[in-house]
């Protein structure tokens, strides 16, 4: 007859002995033992574990989640522990904490203050730049080889990423920039018409849209859609050992997956700048015509003497830098992604926000640039 299963606890000079035996099964579990045990091992007046078998027949996981969680209490109680099992046992316990949690797959039990929180985010600044520098080392020869014809990237990679922030992002760039076109209008029109130059609105619009604001608003939005996406997938390839794989059979990761989305988001975001200029025109022109009463023909022909092709030549190099911010910040978020489903989540969110933060500063550095070549 199989025997039930069996904890006995004895306590001397504050030494814990716990010795298991019998038949350990899920559904012979005896939670107020195990339950007892663990408050032992916890006590104050423990100073020292001896784990011990003695009778110990057939077992399955609950018995080793027992051990595990004796072991765990003992070690960070940092009392003295003796484990004197069998050797299979002995080997799943050790095994159980050479395994350490993956980065972002729990929560970190000690949640540091305002201060301890920013100054270990100065701390983790140097290296985290230097991280940057490395990968961005490792992107430009890349490039290089790229176009040398040296580089492992495939057509096919770089057509699909062409489709996916071209043709799939055309309704959601047509929409915010033409309502945005159409608040620069109400904005400009609240000023200009107290002084019945609303006419000027044409050029305010137009200005306006082909210079900077086009760019800027198709870059806030593949930031969201497709610098997002990016670091979601790089992110799952990580977590998937996908990239270990590519590494493995001797194929760049950066060659082969970054190199693509690179020059899709660099050829696409001009283009679809040029879109969203028409856009906000176009949404200029609605308010112009149909609430400012100005006729169709003499709000286009102010449009085209207002605005000159250097306005645009400037808002198509915003485009491009920004199309390059967006696909380097995805792409780094995703390959430095670490491996877990929190993990990609982080990766995801970091990548938009560091993607819209290097939008903005760009468009500072650019807007500088010209003012001091005045153009």
Not at 309 to 332: D, E, H, K, P, R
């Amino acid at each position: 007859m199989t025997s039930a299963m069996q904890i006995h606890l004895h306590s001397e000079h504050g030494c814990l002995n716990i010795i298991v035996g019998g038949t350990w099964r899920l559904a012979r579990d005896r939670p107020d033992e195990i339950r007892q045990a663990l408050e032992l091992v916890n006590a104050p007046s423990t100073t020292g574990v001896l784990l011990k078998e003695d009778g110990l027949a057939t077992w399955d996981s609950s018995l080793l989640v027992f051990l595990v969680q004796i072991v765990r209490s003992a070690r960070e109680r940092k009392i003295a522990l003796e484990i004197q099992l069998n050797e299979g046992l002995s080997r799943l316990i050790a095994l159980a904490f050479e395994v350490k949690s993956q980065q972002g797959s729990q929560r970190e039990k000690h949640e540091p203050g305002f201060l301890e929180d920013l100054g270990g985010k100065v701390l983790d600044l140097g290296p985290k730049i230097i991280n940057f520098l490395e990968f961005l080392g490792e992107v430009i020869p890349a490039l290089g080889r790229l176009f040398l014809g040296r580089a492992t990237m495939r057509s096919q990679d770089f057509f699909q990423a062409l489709h996916e922030c071209s043709l799939q992002a055309l309704p959601i760039v047509a929409v915010t920039n033409l309502l945005f076109g159409l608040i620069l209008a109400f904005v400009g029109a609240v000023q200009l018409t107290q002084f019945g130059v609303q006419i000027y609105v044409a050029g305010l619009v137009g200005i306006a849209m082909l210079r900077v604001m086009g760019a800027v608003m198709v870059g806030i939005v593949m930031a969201g859609r497709v610098g997002a996406s990016y670091a979601a997938l790089i992110g799952t390839m990580q977590v998937n050992e996908e990239i270990d794989a590519l590494t493995t059979l001797g194929i760049s990761p950066v060659e082969f997956l970054i190199l693509p989305r690179i020059l899709a988001l660099v050829l696409m975001v001009p283009i679809l700048t040029i879109y969203a200029d028409v856009m906000g025109i176009i949404g200029g022109y609605l308010v112009g015509t149909i609430m400012l009463d100005i006729s169709p023909v003499e709000y286009l022909n102010a449009t085209m003497s207002m605005v000159n092709v250097s306005n645009g030549l400037i808002g198509l190099v915003y485009a491009s830098m920004f199309g390059f911010v967006i696909a380097l910040a995805g792409c780094y978020q995703g390959l430095r992604c670490g491996r877990s489903a929190q993990a990609v989540g982080q990766a995801t969110t970091t990548a938009v926000v560091h993607s819209i933060v290097g939008i903005i500063v760009m468009t500072a550095i650019i807007t500088v640039i010209c003012n001091i070549l005045n153009v």
